[in-house]
């Protein structure tokens, strides 16, 4: 994409670990995701590590919306009864973006084969903001966010902030 298409703005990021038995100390997988925003040069304006709780979550989005123009949703993506974090996010979501998890998946197929397939991660469009839902493992979080989040974000956010204010 040529420079000129992007706009000026500022990226700000938001983590959310979604975990039962993580805390902030132990949540190796929100500090890779903040180290690699920082090094980016985007400013992580909020952070969280909460349960797999479907209000808890939503009610998350909306704060992380409310602090960040990009929101990184890690954790709770799986298929274990527990797992509800695509189930929580994905209604809110204005916009999908189809090809963020179809490309995690093939990039993680290139990584890990065929278990790739139980990755739901997902992403999209809330207030001219981004969200994003990906797997809660540190290897999965590097993944997202180097190969695809980063080098995308300010691509997406020029398309998604048009005609906001």
């Known amino acids: ?12 990021g938001a983590v959310v670990t979604v975990s039962s038995s993580r ?32 209000e808890r979550i ?12 990009c929101i990184i949703f890690t954790g709770g993506t799986g298929l274990t009864p527990d797992d509800c974090t695509i189930e929580a996010v994905a209604p809110l979501l204005e916009k999908k973006i189809d090809g963020f998890g179809e490309l995690f998946r093939l990039k993680s197929y290139e990584e890990i084969g065929t278990a790739a397939i139980l990755s739901r991660a997902i992403a999209g469009i809330v207030g001219g903001r981004a969200v994003f839902c990906i797997p809660g493992s540190t290897k999965a979080v590097a993944l997202a966010a180097r190969e695809i989040i980063i080098p995308e974000i300010r691509h997406i956010l020029t398309h998604a902030s048009s005609g906001q204010r």
């Open 1 to 12: 994409m040529e420079s000129n298409h992007l706009k000026p703005l500022t990226v700000t």
């Open 23 to 54: 805390k902030p100390e132990t949540d190796a997988s929100g500090k890779t995701l903040i180290d690699l925003l920082s090094a980016a040069d985007i400013e992580v304006t909020h952070y969280a590590v909460i349960p797999d709780d479907m």
């Open 58 to 69: 939503r009610s998350e989005v909306y704060v992380a919306l409310s602090r960040a123009n």
